[in-house]
T-cell receptor, first 112, second 109 residues
Framework: EAQVTQNPRYLITVTGKKLTVTCSQN?????MSWYRQDPGLGLRQIYY???????DKGDVPEGYKVSRKEKRNFPLILESPSPNQTSLYFC???????????FGPGTRLTVT | QKEVEQNSGPLSVPEGAIASLNCTYS??????FFWYRQYSGKSPELIMF????GDKEDGRFTAQLNKASQYVSLLIRDSQPSDSATYLC?????????FGTGTSLTVIP
């Protein structure tokens, strides 16, 4: 089954404790992206990647890091999480030419 | 600042009616536009995309793009209660996406 998976689905952590949210897709997609969704602000793009070792900033990259060492994986790293990073995070992937994104199930992160 | 704006609604239509969802965008460099449906507590799922001026139809859905007016719309014909969801409009500029805040649609049986 074609899918985008994210782990964990739910995470409660404390300020400053480094965390990684994993994202993996099995569709051989070139384009992968991370979004955060907040009430009243909609979906905002954090980072995206056009292919292995090619990443670029989206609209709200501050406080986040990504890497793309393998085509299927695109982890999101919060090195020192803060309460304003409490949000619902989505990973998405698509073929590079079509941009028809498939979204993962989401990760709800709470930073206290 | 690249922006995509949507009326947040809520929009209510009776079952069987046409639902019209609208979106405006600020960046004339945006090359494609996408409509996603998001059920409460779920992830967005792509309905359709459009990149040329005019209409594009897919089943009960029609996307319309007017680049001169910087306006994108989605029409849902024969609306069903299962269409009740939040509809997200997104513009693609280069390789970057900009989403609107979504319009909540309720289809009343």
């Amino acid at each position: 089954e074609a899918q985008v998976t994210q782990n964990p689905r739910y995470l409660i952590t404390v300020t400053g404790k480094k965390l990684t949210v994993t994202c993996s897709q099995n569709m051989n997609h070139e384009y992968m992206s991370w979004y955060r969704q907040d009430p009243g602000l909609g979906l905002r793009q954090i980072y995206y990647s056009m292919n292995v070792e090619v990443t670029d900033k989206g609209d709200v990259p501050e406080g986040y890091k990504v890497s793309r060492k393998e085509k299927r994986n695109f982890p999101l790293i919060l090195e020192s999480p803060s309460p304003n990073q409490t949000s619902l995070y989505f990973c998405a992937s698509s073929r590079a030419l079509s941009y028809e994104q498939y979204f993962g199930p989401g990760t709800r992160l709470t930073v206290t | 600042q690249k922006e995509v704006e949507q009326n947040s609604g809520p929009l209510s239509v009776p079952e069987g009616a046409i639902a019209s969802l609208n979106c405006t965008y600020s960046d004339r460099g945006s090359q494609s536009f996408f409509w996603y449906r998001q059920y409460s507590g779920k992830s967005p799922e792509l309905i359709m995309f459009i990149y040329s001026n005019g209409d594009k139809e897919d089943g009960r859905f029609t996307a319309q793009l007017n680049k001169a007016s910087q306006y994108v719309s989605l029409l849902i014909r024969d609306s069903q209660p299962s269409d009740s969801a939040t509809y997200l409009c997104a513009g693609l500029t280069g390789n970057q996406f900009y989403f609107g805040t979504g319009t909540s649609l309720t289809v009343i049986p």
